[in-house]
């Protein structure tokens, strides 16, 4: 049986979107696939040393808020300043009581899988960013790069 | 149930980390033995089907009892 391969493109920088490429990607190297993750624009920040990830209220209706905040004080409620701050802090509490790994954990467990961790050359320099801030041991490529791995990839997804 | 070689408590944790700890237990030990799993996330059910049908172990047992699932997978 040949390797199955797996190209994600992950571009979001948020806590609630950091989850589908790393539990994807360290499943599938479970199941035997080779790996590829390139992170570009907003998806870069997972790849910071210090993660500081937030999830945000704003702008997303659909996610739950505590003492019905969203009916009372629709669009203000979730902007209200340091909501961010409150809103990260329950999910991180929750995720924890439901046994659910954090962000941390799961990308460990896709580097200890040998899952490929590139970043996106371009953006890395459009928002000035170190590579010393950034994991050590990631590739810097481009586009052409990621089609390389994904041009016969059996699995590609846009996250 | 039949016996094993090996037991992984995975109680407690939400997915994917039941199928990652397996597949790290699974990892050392030889083929042909056997590694017993004890998980509360009902999504493992079915995780574990589909863990057996592409990795090449086999769900020997898959089994339900208040709240806790047990499974026994032989590694291929």
Do not use: H
């Amino acid at each position: 049986m040949s390797e199955k391969k797996l190209a994600i493109i992950a571009t979001k920088g948020t806590l609630d979107w950091a989850y589908p490429p790393f539990i994807l990607s360290s499943t599938a190297a479970a199941l035997g696939y080779d790996v590829m993750i390139f992170f570009t624009f907003y998806g870069l920040q997972l790849l910071k040393k210090n993660l500081n990830l937030k999830v945000s209220p704003l702008g997303n209706p659909g996610m739950p808020m505590p003492m019905g905040m969203d009916k009372w004080f629709p669009v203000i409620g979730t902007a209200i300043p340091g909501m961010e701050s409150v809103m990260t802090m329950m999910m991180k509490n929750t995720m924890k009581k439901k046994g659910v790994a954090s962000i941390e954990d799961l990308r460990e467990l896709c580097i200890e899988a040998e899952v490929k961790l590139v970043a996106c050359q371009m953006t890395v320099d459009l928002f000035d960013m170190k590579q010393s801030d950034l994991l050590d041991g990631l590739e810097y490529v481009g586009a052409a790069s990621f089609f390389e791995f994904a041009g016969d990839a059996d699995v590609t997804l846009y996250i | 149930m039949a016996d094993f070689d090996q037991e992984l408590d995975a109680r407690g944790l939400n997915c994917p980390l039941p199928i990652l700890r397996a597949k790290k237990a699974i990892n050392g030990l030889e083929s042909g033995q056997i590694l017993r799993i004890i998980a509360t996330d009902p999504g493992s059910v079915k995780d574990f089907e589909a863990f057996a049908k592409q990795t090449g172990n086999e769900l020997m047992d898959s089994a339900e009892n208040g709240g806790e699932f047990t499974f026994l997978m032989k590694k291929g």
